[in-house]
Every structure is written in C-alpha cells, then in structure tokens.
C-alpha cells in the first residue's frame, strides 16, 4: 500500500481478543487523482479533561422519520436518526451500542407527532446528557426541574455535534465555517455502522 497506486477494496483485523495487526487490500490499478474538498466546520471543542480523548460526529436533524435513543444505565449515551428520504443514510449523533449493552427507546416518530425543537438534558456536575427529548417549544418537559440539570434547546434543522468521552458528554451547534460548498454532500460525508 505504500506505493499509492490502486482504491482500496478491503479493510481488514485479525479475529482476536484484541486487535494486533489491521491491514488494508488494494487493487494496485492507477487511478486518477481527484481533489475532493472536505468540509470544514467550526464549533466550540469542550475542555478535555486529563487522559480521556474525545470523539465527536455530527448529524443534521431535519426530515427525520424516526429517532431512538440509546441509553446505558442513566446516561443517554446517543441517537440514531432515520431520515424520511431513503436516499440519505441514517446517522448516529453520539454512541451507539447494541442492545446486550444498553437500552433503545423510540423518541420521535414521524408518522405519530410533529415537534419544532430538539433538547437535551444535560447533568452539570457529571458532564453528560441525562435524556434527550423532540417535542414542541413550549412543552413542560423543557423546564429544568433540577438544578443539576441543564437544558439545551435547538430548533429542528440546524445541524448538531455531540463531543463524548468515556464520562462526558457536550452538545453544541455546529456551523459552516466555508463559504463556498463542498464538493460533497453533508449528509453523506460520514457513514456509520448501527444495529
């Protein structure tokens, strides 16, 4: 693979306890070099905290059919969102863990319900979300009944990122910070794997 020259076909790891040896196959057949511009985006990267890298996605939430979330134990660790136009992929905003190790939930259904905001709750002295909830502005379940908690609200269509480590979880907008449009479509950039 060091010599530069074919697409890669296959990704591959030994099966093992652990993970020794990762390796990539090739096709070793020239191909022509195209420049595809990422996308770039500025948000607001949470503080690490010592020893915990942090991980982030992304997920646009509009057009959506159905949103589950995923929860271990009382943390809301994530969401899968299907989107109503088969052609886009579904997309996962945070974790994402199968269900031996957490629990699925439907939270939102396109076909039951029409809300206007996305909120998570978010525990202040645990740095992690709580619950997230899609419902209307002006819903009951907005107010912050607790003085650990903390709710955030963003209307649907903006385009959130969920940075999380082991412990910690943050929410925040995540906006466009180039001018001039990618040469590939955002809601087909990342493409996760969910059960």
């Not at 020794?20 to 690490?48: C, V, W």
């Not at 190790?101 to 202040?124: M, P, Q």
């Amino acid at each position: 693979m060091l010599k530069h020259t074919g697409c890669v076909n296959g990704f591959y790891y030994e099966n093992a306890p652990v993970i020794r040896r990762i390796g990539i196959t090739g096709d070793n057949k020239e191909t022509p070099k195209t420049q595809i511009r990422l996308p770039r985006y500025d948000t607001s990267m949470p503080a690490a905290i010592f020893g915990n890298p942090q991980f982030v996605n992304y997920a646009k939430i509009c057009a959506m059919e159905t949103v589950n979330v995923c929860r271990v134990g009382t943390r809301c660790v994530g969401i899968l969102i299907k989107y109503s136009d088969p052609k886009v992929p579904p997309a996962i905003l945070g974790q994402w863990y199968g269900s031996k190790e957490s629990d699925h939930r439907c939270i939102y259904d396109y076909n039951k319900t029409t809300s206007t905001v996305i909120a998570f709750k978010l525990s202040e002295s645990e740095r992690a979300v709580r619950d997230v909830l899609i419902c209307n502005h002006d819903a009951p379940e907005l107010e912050e009944l607790s003085s650990d908690i903390k709710v955030q609200v963003y209307k649907i269509g903006t385009r959130l990122v969920w940075w999380f480590n082991t412990r910690n979880d943050s929410i925040s907008l995540w906006e466009d910070g180039n001018s001039s449009p990618s040469s590939i479509p955002i809601e087909l950039a990342l493409v996760q794997n969910f059960d």
